[in-house]
């Protein structure tokens, strides 16, 4: 017999479990329409009144937090080192572009007496 499953291909394999699952659930007792209504009415009851309840156990709670000033805001100690400084001044775009525009003109110059020293240099030897 184990010779027999061996030779089944895949669709077979999957066809024989579909027709167990089948032959279980008829053996299975299903409820009546009106057992599922009754069954499903109080389990939504059941549901609704812990819905209620655990609101309701919040609500308390947070009553009896605040009565008790739990929810006050205390100071932070101060932990942070003297090192770290806020940030008080905000550069815009247009302000980092224009240092980068000074910057480049500045490179460009030193470029011109670099050469400029070179030639004179050059005329000096020659």
Do not use: C
Not at 14 to 22: D, L
Not at 82 to 94: A, K, N
Not at 97 to 105: F, G, H, L, M, P
Request: hydrophobic share 40%.
């Amino acid at each position: 017999m184990a010779d027999k499953s061996k030779n089944k291909n895949v669709f077979q394999k999957i066809a024989q479990v579909y027709k167990e699952v089948r032959q279980e659930l008829r053996k299975s007792t299903w409820p009546s329409k009106e057992k599922l209504k009754n069954t499903s009415a109080v389990v939504l009851a059941v549901i609704a009144f812990f819905a209620v309840f655990l609101s309701f156990i919040s609500l308390g709670g947070r009553w009896v937090l605040d009565k008790i000033n739990f929810y006050d805001e205390v100071e932070p100690t101060a932990t942070v080192s003297s090192e770290v400084t806020p940030v008080t001044e905000v550069i815009t775009l247009e302000e980092t572009a224009a240092e980068t525009e000074a910057v480049s003109e500045t490179e460009a110059a030193s470029e011109t007496e670099v050469a400029e020293t070179a030639e004179t240099a050059a005329e000096s030897e020659g």
